[in-house]
């Protein structure tokens, strides 16, 4: 390092950072109405509970239809014809909303990596700074060092 280079200022380097972003508040401003419902779709089908209410659902449809008495039964066995309806539309309903909000999830995934990308960059550059200025210091703490060196022999 020569004598003629400086090290950035603090205040240059505060020039040089970009604000920080929550990318979690603009990810939840940029989505519509529609995407904002397959989101919480897509968290609440996608959870266990969702999964009990339909494993419930069922066993208590298909117990009842074969085991309650014949004429309390409304899709008796081996008939099961309106449950099949019935979870083939949830499926068909349920796919393109959980896709949806996938896609969603892969955006915002995106977004966090970047924002990281950012923060890196930036811790990058100040610690650049940082070992500058140390680089800086040593060079004057060595002309300094030699310089009573200089003086004792004088």
Avoid: C
Avoid at 74 to 86: E, T
């Amino acid at each position: 390092m020569n004598a003629t280079t400086h090290p950035p200022t603090v205040g240059q380097l505060k020039a040089l950072r970009p604000p920080v972003r929550n990318v979690n508040q603009e990810h939840d401003e940029s989505l519509s109405p529609l995407e904002r419902f397959a989101s919480r779709v897509t968290e609440h089908v996608g959870s266990m509970g969702f999964f009990l209410i339909i494993l419930g659902w069922t066993a208590l449809w298909l117990s009842w239809n074969g085991l309650a008495p014949r004429s309390m039964r409304f899709d008796p066995f081996p008939a099961f014809v309106l449950w099949l309806f019935i979870s083939n539309m949830i499926q068909i309903l349920l796919m393109p909303l959980i896709m949806i909000g996938q896609n969603l999830q892969g955006r915002h995934t995106e977004a966090r990596a970047e924002s990281d990308y950012e923060v890196n960059v930036k811790a990058e550059r100040e610690i650049e700074a940082i070992l500058l200025h140390l680089e800086s210091q040593s060079a004057k703490i060595e002309s300094i060092l030699l310089a009573m060196q200089k003086e004792k022999r004088a």
